[in-house]
């Protein structure tokens, strides 16, 4: 039987920038004035930027233990939310448009520990038809799936 599918790949990278979740960016606002100001956390000011940039995923990743460059070890078991607990903020796209997005927001990732991951982005598709176009007999429920098996 032949596939109604395909299967292309192309280059993609990933990257994964690791800090803590009560991290914020610098302010130059001091005492009450600095807590009022609403400013976000690193991590959603981080993936905020990634969509206006135009990647293909941000994504955050909270941690229940562990810790990032030299800090300390860090723990998720208290009541109340830790705000020194690490987590990943991944990052994936082009190589070259992840590297640009570096660079204009260095000021933000400066000092953390980010990581580069080469990786492939598979799309699948119906073959030789738009994907609105792939008839929607083409998918059998799990359950309902023949095989040649009799029983």
């Known amino acids: 039987m032949p ?7 192309r280059e993609i990278g990933q990257v994964r920038i690791y800090m803590t979740q009560g991290e914020r960016r610098k302010s130059s606002r001091n ?3 600095k807590l009022l100001s609403g ?6 000011e981080i993936i905020r930027a ?13 941690t229940q233990y562990g810790f990032s460059g030299r800090g300390q ?6 009541e109340i939310a830790n705000p020194d ?4 903020v991944e990052l994936i796209g082009p190589r070259a448009q992840l590297e640009q997005f570096c660079r204009r927001h260095g000021k933000l990732l400066a000092d953390k520990v980010v990581i580069y991951k080469h990786m492939e982005h598979w ?7 738009h994907a609105d176009q792939a008839p929607v007999t083409d998918y059998l429920e ?4 023949i095989t040649d098996d009799p029983e």
Do not use: W
Request: aromatic residues 4%; charged residues 20%.
């Open 31 to 33: 005492g009450l004035r």
């Open 50 to 62: 990634a969509k206006s940039f135009g990647l293909l995923n941000a994504t955050a990743h909270h």
């Open 3 to 9: 596939h109604r599918h395909q299967v292309t790949s």
């Open 142 to 145: 799990p359950e309902t799936v």
């Open 85 to 88: 607990q690490n987590l990943c």
């Open 123 to 129: 799309e699948i598709r119906a073959r030789g038809l």
């Open 73 to 78: 070890l860090q723990a998720d078991d208290m």
């Open 39 to 44: 400013n976000p956390p690193l991590y959603k």
